[in-house]
């Protein structure tokens, strides 16, 4: 089964709060260095009880935890 693409209408791109451009930049970014680019997101949002971790993440054989 193909996965077909339906590219945004020019009319709907024009609206968009980000270009291709800004998003390709913002993903390049929170692959490279993702604690420092999720902290400068989660300061966007209002929280009840601000964080205090951005990231928590351990792969150690047998105790695995996200």
Do not use: H
């Amino acid at each position: 089964m193909t996965n077909p693409m339906y590219p945004p209408s020019d009319d709907f791109a024009a609206n968009a709060l980000i270009s291709n451009e800004k998003y390709t930049e913002m993903y390049a970014r929170s692959v490279s260095d993702p604690v420092s680019f999720w902290a400068e997101q989660g300061k966007i949002l209002d929280w009840m009880e601000p964080y205090t971790q951005v990231k928590k993440t351990c792969f150690d054989f047998g105790r695995v935890d996200i």
